[in-house]
């Protein structure tokens, strides 16, 4: 400032000593005063343009460089870059976030203090099947009729969820949602939505199972625990006694049969899957099978026919990479509920064969009684029976085909089954290439 003072006073003296020196005192004044205003009309046309500079932010440089409006546009530049980055800057942070919420599995979405949608990720648009761009500042009621969730929504109580039932975009299937709203700033809302479909399978599933286990226990127990009763309080002969005992006896082996069974099933559900490190020869793992099947049938099914087929041809020999005693576990109770469930004029086929691309299929068809379409979904599952009352007559103890399930797919392998209710069923278990070998038999 002080500098452009001097400037100043310089150009009027120099322009009064020019006019003094052309026409004396007078030619001095008007000199000087005719430069006072060409400076001042000059600072006013650099000022208007500074100022045209700043209203417009035209493209191109800055209109003064030097003086003080020069250094004022200089602090402005500099202020305006320095803007300019922290936008970037916090443009770069908002999308990482946004980017961020888009990869959650959870639902996101933005809400006005009107409850109307601002912004979601396209988590929540598939739970709540909206469109993430069509339905912005659309009211979050007027796209979710759910009773539940409008009560909820009008209650203004979100220190808990509200979990509702919806149908996902693209999805055939009802799921259940969690739902939780949480209020912020000025009256806007952020609402979080979750998938809880499974969470509430799986924990029907869990009390399924201890009411299940507590049954199948209870039952045999209770018997035991009767016939101790009576014979520690009655006088009986020894061959009512030795009658008891053999119901007892009984009675704990199916206890065992059950504990041993769910013992083997948190095994498979432990341990990690089995490498191709250990090859077991097809046709011993079938040879076992065929002697334990026929031992058990001339217990239970004398008159059934029972056939295996394809077994002792050369090129049927080859082996199977996996753990011994599960794939044995897993082939025979296939093959023993076949026979148990078959009646005793009935038959039951087993088969080993292989498939053009090196896979195999173990398969087990059967004459039985067949299963309804509507139970084949749940067979696999722990401790379900189509009958509770046949399955207890044959000494089953409902995890059996868990244990297959589990089996097949530690090895990879795929359980398949077909059943028509009155007609049989056929239980498939379809091994994949990786884990055969095919090899000629040695003459």
């Known amino acids: 400032m002080l500098v452009r003072a001097l400037i100043f006073f310089l150009v009027q003296l120099l322009g009064a000593a020019i006019g003094f020196w052309l026409g004396g005192i007078w030619a001095a004044v008007w000199v000087g005063a005719g430069v006072v205003w060409c400076w001042f009309l000059v600072d006013l046309l650099r000022s208007a343009r500074v100022l045209h500079w700043l209203r417009e932010a035209p493209e191109g440089p800055a209109p003064a ?80 009729r759910d009773p539940d969730f409008t009560a909820y929504l009008a209650g203004k109580d979100w220190s ?111 341990s990690p899957p089995p490498g191709i490190a250990e090859w077991v020869p097809v046709a011993a793992l079938l040879e076992r099978c065929e002697q334990e099947a026929r031992a058990l049938q001339a217990l239970i099914a004398p008159g059934q026919t029972l056939r295996f087929s394809q077994f002792n041809r050369p090129e049927d020999v080859g082996d199977i990479a996996g753990v011994p005693a599960e794939l044995h576990s897993a082939l025979a109770n296939l093959v023993g509920n076949a026979i148990r469930y078959t009646p005793g004029d009935g038959s039951v086929d087993v088969q080993w064969a292989w498939q053009p691309d090196g896979s195999a299929v173990f398969s087990v068809r059967d004459t039985g009684p067949g299963i309804d379409a509507e139970h084949l979904p749940r067979i696999t599952e722990r401790f379900y029976r189509v009958d509770r009352s046949r399955s207890r007559d044959t000494g089953g103890t409902g995890l059996g085909l868990a244990i297959v399930k589990h089996v097949a797919q530690r090895h990879g392998a795929q359980l398949l089954i077909e059943s028509v209710a009155g007609k049989g069923s056929t239980f498939r278990i379809a091994f994949p290439a990786f884990r055969l070998r095919r090899r000629q038999a040695q003459l």
């Open 65 to 144: 460089s030097v003086g003080v409006l020069g250094e004022a546009v200089d602090r402005v530049q500099r202020l305006l870059r320095v803007r300019d980055q922290a936008t970037r800057e916090s443009d770069e942070r908002l999308h990482g976030i946004l980017d961020a919420l888009q990869a959650t599995p959870n639902g996101v979405l933005l809400l006005d203090d009107r409850g109307r949608i601002v912004w979601c990720n396209q988590r929540a648009a598939q739970h709540l099947a909206i469109d993430a761009q069509r339905d912005v500042l659309q009211f979050i009621g007027n796209l979710l």
């Open 160 to 270: 808990h969820d509200v979990v509702i039932s919806t149908r996902p975009a693209e999805s055939a299937h009802v799921a259940r949602l969690s739902i939780q709203l949480c209020a912020y700033g000025d009256g806007q809302k952020l609402m979080l939505t979750r998938d809880v479909t499974a969470v509430e399978q799986a924990e029907a599933m869990r009390r399924d199972f201890v009411a299940n286990v507590s049954h199948e226990i209870r039952t045999p127990l209770t018997v035991v625990a009767g016939f101790i009763e009576t014979l520690q309080t009655l006088t009986l002969d020894p061959q009512e006694k030795s009658r008891y005992l053999a119901l007892m006896a009984q009675q704990a082996q199916r206890m065992q049969r059950v504990v041993e069974g769910l013992l083997a099933l948190s095994r498979l559900e432990a």
